[in-house]
C-alpha cells in the first residue's frame, strides 16, 4: 500500500491521475506501468498526459470523474465514484453497496 501511494502521489494524485491508477493497481493487481496503460487507453490518452494536470483537468471535468476542487455543476462523491467505476470498468465496493441498497 505505501508503495502504491508514492507512486500515485508521484503522479500528481487526484491533481492529475495518480489516484486513478493506484485504484487500478489495488482493484486488478496491476503493476505501475501496466495499471498507467491501462488508465491512458480507457481515458483515450497517451501514458505521457496522465502527469500532466492541464490534460487531465480537463478530461475529469469531461468525463465528471472528480476533481481536487469541484466547481459548481461538476460531480464529487460518490457521484464521481460511479463514473470512475463506469470508466475504468472496475467494481468499487461502495458503488456496488450502494446500487445495492437502491433496488
Known amino acids: 500500500m505505501a508503495l502504491t501511494h508514492a507512486h500515485a502521489s508521484g503522479m500528481g494524485g487526484m491533481r492529475a491521475a495518480g489516484d486513478l491508477v493506484a485504484r487500478v493497481q489495488m482493484a486488478r493487481g496491476m503493476r505501475i506501468q501496466e495499471a498507467k496503460a491501462y488508465v ?3 481515458l483515450k490518452l497517451s501514458v505521457s498526459e496522465l502527469t500532466d ?3 487531465m483537468t480537463e478530461v475529469r471535468d469531461d468525463l465528471q470523474i472528480g476533481m481536487l476542487t469541484p466547481m ?3 460531480a464529487k462523491g460518490i457521484e464521481a465514484k460511479f463514473r470512475i467505476a463506469e ?7 461502495c458503488v456496488q453497496r450502494f446500487r445495492q441498497r437502491t433496488t
Do not use: F, K, Q
Open 87 to 93: 470508466v475504468l470498468g472496475l467494481d468499487i465496493n
Open 53 to 55: 494536470p492541464v490534460i
Open 40 to 42: 491512458a487507453e480507457r
Open 72 to 74: 459548481p455543476g461538476c
